[in-house]
Every structure is written in structure tokens, then in C-alpha cells.
């Protein structure tokens, strides 16, 4: 199993979403350049969705075009209004967000599991015809544990897992939305994917709302799991998530990983900068732990 490790950085996404002081176009593009140069190779930037569901990110269509060349960009689809205005603008790289409850389905996008699944089999067709070198990740979204229904069994989120891929996903992203699983969870849980998904195709999206996030990591480690999700800073939460924490800060993970003995991408000494003036704009100090003694540090010196 390879030493190298894909962090996928959701911070100008997942970071932003949940923000209510909006975040002008330009300082996302500062931001993202900034996380390009800190060397993160994969950056879900935006998402086409609802104005009226998450105003921070309506400005996706003015923002995709500007993209700095290097990364690989991708962005959160939920419908197929969603996809034609990410074709519309040479976006092929597509997320698609579904759940393993239905309460959360609907919370998020106004759809049941099924619903979603009925609409991502029109979205991947259409995606495949009208661009080549297209790309689909689905999210499994409260994996672990939903803030309306309570704790989700494994054998449901390996079901929507399966139906994602199936319909021809490249990657799927588990998430633990809330942020509440352990290491045994995330045991039991990989165990069950493992026998049915090639490891290669999964990714682990935790939120680190009880600071669990790390330990997952290593767990999903051990098991041979290669790709996570993570946010600059810690930055993020869930609108339909009450009480959802940020996601496990992009700086944590690279230090953990770095740490191990295990390879990637970033440089923790560009990225632990990359943030700070998205949070000087949302009047938020450094608060991800790798960052902010990479901070202290630099001071010192
Ligand atoms: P709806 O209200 O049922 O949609 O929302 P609708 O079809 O009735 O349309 C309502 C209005 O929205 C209409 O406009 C549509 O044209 C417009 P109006 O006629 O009222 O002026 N509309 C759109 N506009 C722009 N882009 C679109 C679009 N679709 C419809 N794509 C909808 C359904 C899916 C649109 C809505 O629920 C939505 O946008 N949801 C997105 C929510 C979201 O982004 N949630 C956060 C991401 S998920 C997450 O964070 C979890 C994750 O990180 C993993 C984890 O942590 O586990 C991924
Ligand atoms: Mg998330």
C-alpha cells in the first residue's frame, strides 16, 4: 500500500458554507491561491446549489472561470440545475451529496436517498456525455451518526455507498458529519466497505467536533484508506447540521501524517498563512492546533 496520502481540501466549500459574513469573491481566490501554493493538489472550491439555500457560495459561476491553473478543482453538485451551471462554466469535476438518512437527505437538498439517487443517475449520464475527463466523487453523508434520526448502522451506509457506485461514481467520501465516531466505529465501519469497495475508492470526510478526527484517521490508516477530506484551519460546519464543528484542520492531518512517516503534499509552513486573512475576515484567531504551533514557531524565530 502506498506511503502517499491525497488530502482533498474542502476549505473554500465546506469552510466557507456555513459562514454568514460573506466572504468576497476575491478573498476566496486568495485563499485558493494560497492553499495551491501550500501544495494542495485537490480543492473542492464551490458549490453549484441554491442561493437561497447557501448565499455564501452563490457567486460559484464568477468564481470557477478565475480558478488559479495547477490544482484539481472540483464542486459540490445537488441537482441538475446544479451540474448545467458547472458545465455552463467548464466545471466536470462534480461532487454529489447524498446521506445515510433520509432526514439528512432532506434537511440538506429537500430529497429522500432515493430521490437523490434517481436524480445523480441523469446528472452522471449527462456529466459523461457532455465532457471528457469528467470526475464524480458522492458523499455518504452521516455515515456514523445523523443530528435527526440518531446512530446509523454500517450496513446502511455501505448500502448507499454501493448505490453510488454503481451508478459509476469515481470516488465516494464517507462522512462523519457531526464529528461524533471513534476509532471502533471507524473500524467496524471500513470493515464493512472493505468487503465490498476497493480501498482506492474511498475517502474519509470526519469533522473533528469532539476532536475524534485524528484517531479516526489513523484507524482508517491502519486499514489501508489513502484519501481524506480536510479543511485549512479547521475551518467549516454544516448548515443543517446544528452544533456540526469544522472539519478536521488541513494542518493537523499534514503534521499527523508527516509525523508517521507518510508522505503528501503540503507544506505545513505556507499552509498554516494559507487561512489567516479568510479568518481575519470572519474575526476568527487560529484555533487548529497544528497551526497554531506552526505560528508560535515562526515567531520565535
Ligand atoms: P428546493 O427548494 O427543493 O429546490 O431546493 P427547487 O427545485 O424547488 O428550487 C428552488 C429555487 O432554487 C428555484 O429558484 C430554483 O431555480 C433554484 P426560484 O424559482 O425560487 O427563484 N435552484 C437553484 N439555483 C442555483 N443552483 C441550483 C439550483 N437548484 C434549484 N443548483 C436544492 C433543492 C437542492 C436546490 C437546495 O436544497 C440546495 O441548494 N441545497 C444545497 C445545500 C447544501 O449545499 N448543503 C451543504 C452541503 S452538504 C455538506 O456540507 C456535507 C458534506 O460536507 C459531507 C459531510 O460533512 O458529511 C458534503
Ligand atoms: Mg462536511
Known amino acids: 500500500m502506498s506511503d502517499f496520502v491525497c ?3 474542502m476549505g473554500p466549500r465546506d469552510g466557507l458554507q456555513n459562514e454568514s459574513v460573506s466572504v468576497p469573491t476575491g478573498l476566496k481566490l486568495d485563499f485558493i491561491r494560497a492553499l495551491s501554493e501550500a501544495g494542495l493538489e485537490d480543492i473542492e472550491a464551490t458549490s453549484f446549489v441554491s442561493p437561497k439555500w447557501v448565499p455564501q457560495l452563490a457567486d460559484a459561476t464568477e468564481l470557477w472561470p478565475q480558478l488559479p491553473v495547477g490544482p484539481r478543482y472540483s464542486a459540490l453538485v445537488p441537482n441538475m440545475k446544479g451540474l448545467q451551471k458547472a458545465l455552463s462554466v467548464g466545471c466536470h469535476r462534480i461532487a454529489l451529496f447524498t446521506a445515510a438518512s ?3 437527505t432532506k434537511a440538506n437538498i429537500n430529497m ?4 437523490s439517487l434517481v436524480g445523480f443517475a441523469d446528472i ?3 456529466l459523461r456525455e457532455s465532457a471528457s475527463g469528467s470526475w464524480v466523487r458522492g458523499y455518504v453523508s452521516t455515515a456514523f451518526e445523523c443530528p435527526f434520526s440518531g446512530k446509523i448502522e454500517p450496513d446502511k451506509a455501505v448500502s448507499v455507498a454501493l448505490r453510488l457506485l454503481n451508478l459509476g461514481v469515481d470516488e465516494i467520501s464517507i462522512g462523519d458529519t457531526i464529528g461524533v465516531a471513534s476509532p471502533h466505529e471507524v473500524s467496524e465501519l471500513t470493515k464493512a466497505l472493505l468487503a465490498e469497495i476497493p480501498k482506492e475508492k474511498l475517502a ?4 473533528d467536533t469532539r476532536g475524534t478526527a485524528i484517531a479516526n484517521v489513523a484507524c482508517a490508516l491502519e486499514k489501508g484508506i489513502r484519501i481524506f ?3 485549512a484551519a479547521g475551518l467549516g460546519g454544516c448548515p443543517y447540521a446544528k452544533g456540526a464543528g469544522g472539519n478536521l484542520a488541513t494542518e493537523d492531518l499534514a503534521y499527523f501524517l508527516t509525523r508517521e512517516g507518510l508522505t503528501h ?5 505556507k499552509l498554516a498563512l494559507a487561512s489567516l486573512p479568510v479568518l481575519g475576515l470572519l474575526n476568527q484567531c487560529p484555533y487548529a492546533k497544528a497551526q497554531v504551533a506552526v505560528l508560535a514557531e515562526s515567531l520565535q524565530k
Open 112 to 115: 429522500t436517498i432515493e430521490e
Open 204 to 207: 474519509y470526510h470526519f469533522h
Open 265 to 269: 503534499s503540503v507544506d505545513l509552513a
Open 229 to 231: 477530506d480536510s479543511s
Open 7 to 9: 488530502i482533498a481540501e
Open 124 to 126: 452522471v449520464a449527462q
Open 102 to 104: 433520509d432526514e439528512f
